[in-house]
């Protein structure tokens, strides 16, 4: 027997006066039990029981062990049922890291919801760019978008994250319509600071890669702000589709060569739920990914009603 299970064996048989009746409620043999007892004893170096032929008694040392074993057990059964609840119903602090865009535009929309629907769920969100360490930072979820690397974390797919190239129309106007990469290449590029070169790669239907070089006098370090830019005409961007979406449907931008593929690397992307690894899913965060994958769609909100290609 284990620590835990010696300490019930000591105190039923106290309450039951008896190794044989401690030994049947828990199936036991009596043998089982006598040890058990027995491996306290010599823990503690002092006897618990007096024993006679016919009840067993309990020794002064055996009363005051046996008052605070009660508590113990108890306060386990207490924290056992806490964690039980716990796990039963979405509750207690949910600490979630988002990308900072990504989290204005679409994660913020869908808290209101998932509030009122989640009462007892309380939220510290912190929104950055900069990949923290789920497990060191007590993150219980981040939003994750792009490649993931390989790590202990567990992910799940929340929607795919595509790239658009896109101008206003009011810069094609001044430059004329882009029907190749060459035309792409004459325009103005806004330059994007959080990748690591300033290229985009292009492939097109036939599965021909075009590496073409950018060349432009404005660069951004934030999507939003890039989004901005592109609306005033200063120059052609290649946005993520969930940053892009919106303006495409309102016309506001035009996508750009858009039987192409066009991103920054090559790689499958995605964007993610990702947690720490445990055998059991905190019910918080699997209430948080749930209704955030079925809040976002499939395909997801910013790609429906898309211009058509």
């Not at 290449?185 to 990748?195: D, I, K, N, V």
């Not at 946005?239 to 593929?261: I, K, N, S, T, Y």
Request: aromatic share 8%; charged share 25%.
């Amino acid at each position: 027997m284990d620590e835990l299970a010696r300490l019930r064996a000591f105190v039923r048989a106290a309450e039951l006066g008896s190794f044989s009746g401690a030994a049947r409620e828990a199936r036991l043999p009596p043998s089982s039990v006598s040890r058990a007892i027995a491996a306290l004893e010599a823990e503690l170096g002092a006897a618990l029981f007096n024993r006679s032929t016919r009840k067993l008694h309990l020794t002064e040392v055996g009363f005051a062990f046996l008052d605070r074993a009660r508590r113990v057990l108890a306060e386990l059964d207490e924290a056992r049922a806490v964690a039980a609840d716990l796990n039963a119903r979405p509750q207690g602090l949910l600490r979630l890291n988002v990308p900072s865009a990504f989290g204005r535009l679409h994660v913020m929309p869908f808290l209101p919801g998932f509030a009122a629907a989640w009462p007892d769920i309380r939220i510290d969100l912190t929104l950055s760019d900069s990949v923290v360490d789920i497990i060191d930072s007590g993150t219980d979820l981040a939003i994750r978008i792009g490649a993931l690397e390989e790590s202990r974390l567990i992910a799940r797919k929340l929607a795919p994250h595509r790239r658009v190239l896109c101008a206003a129309p009011a810069l094609l106007a001044r430059h004329g319509p882009v029907a190749t990469p060459d035309d792409l290449a004459s325009l103005p590029h806004l330059l994007f600071a959080l990748q690591p070169h300033d290229r985009w790669l292009l492939t097109d239907p036939g599965g021909h890669r075009h590496d073409m070089p950018l060349t432009g006098r404005l660069r951004l370090n934030d999507s939003e702000a890039l989004l901005a830019a592109a609306r005033a005409g200063l120059g052609a961007a290649l946005l993520p589709f969930w940053v892009a979406g919106a303006a495409l449907r309102a016309g506001e931008l035009v996508r750009l060569l858009p039987d192409h593929q066009a991103m920054f690397w090559p790689g499958e992307r995605f964007i993610w739920a990702v947690y720490p690894p445990k055998r059991v899913v905190p019910p918080k965060v699997r209430a948080f990914i749930d209704g955030f994958a079925t809040h976002l769609g499939a395909p997801p909100y910013w790609e429906r009603d898309a211009p058509p290609p």
